[in-house]
């Protein structure tokens, strides 16, 4: 008798830059938080509990240094999970079409979404304080499990329903965009920064 494990799902962590990369972003975001009036309105009306530039702005690599440094370290990452994925590239690129600030005021998260149109998305994290919430990620299958009972406590982390990740200040995390994931509320007595972001495929 043979068990096999099939359809794996990959997510990929890996330190980004250097602690001082994440200090000079952490700058540029709360500068970011003051003075995008349009980001701001825009979470006003969204209710989101802190601020965030996904609706705002476009181009953050090319306003700012730091976010053109930071997606100089990403591209390699994301074209190396798209090896570890054994991705057929012939002819084909990642492109950080979209990348956005993120910060989350206490006792506010982000629910469970996908990133529709993207091939890799992730998060940088740029201030962890203690308290604030964890990646939670969901086992693609779940709404096709009908009446399969629940797990024991002590399953593996690859069977079970969600796994929670820990974000880790100067690192990234990299998953196929079709996963859906979520931020909790943040527990914490500060505000948590992460920086996202999407890839897509074009035309080499």
């Not at 690599?61 to 798209?82: C, G, V």
Request: charge should be negative; glycine fraction near 6%.
């Amino acid at each position: 008798m043979t068990t096999k494990t099939l359809f794996p799902t990959l997510v990929r962590s890996d330190p980004v830059g250097d602690a001082d990369l994440a200090t000079r972003l952490e700058h540029v975001c709360w500068v970011l938080a003051e003075d995008d009036t349009a980001g701001n309105a825009w979470c006003e009306d969204q209710g989101y509990g802190g601020y965030t530039s996904y609706a705002s702005l476009d181009d953050l690599p090319e306003r700012f240094p730091e976010f053109a440094e930071l997606k100089a370290l990403l591209d390699p990452i994301a074209d190396a999970f798209a090896q570890d994925l054994d991705w057929d590239m012939e002819g084909l690129a990642l492109d950080l079409d979209a990348i956005w600030v993120n910060i989350l005021e206490p006792g506010f998260g982000h629910s469970n979404h996908i990133h529709p149109g993207s091939v890799i998305s992730g998060t940088y994290y740029v201030s962890t304080p203690d308290g604030s919430a964890r990646l939670k990620l969901e086992d693609p299958r779940l709404s096709r499990m009908m009446a399969a009972p629940q797990l024991r406590d002590d399953a593996p982390e690859d069977r079970r329903r969600f796994v929670y990740l820990e974000p880790e200040v100067g690192h990234a995390i990299m998953w196929e965009s079709w996963l859906r994931h979520e931020v909790p509320a943040n527990r914490g007595e500060e505000p948590r920064l992460s920086i996202s972001f999407n890839y897509a495929l074009k035309r080499a």
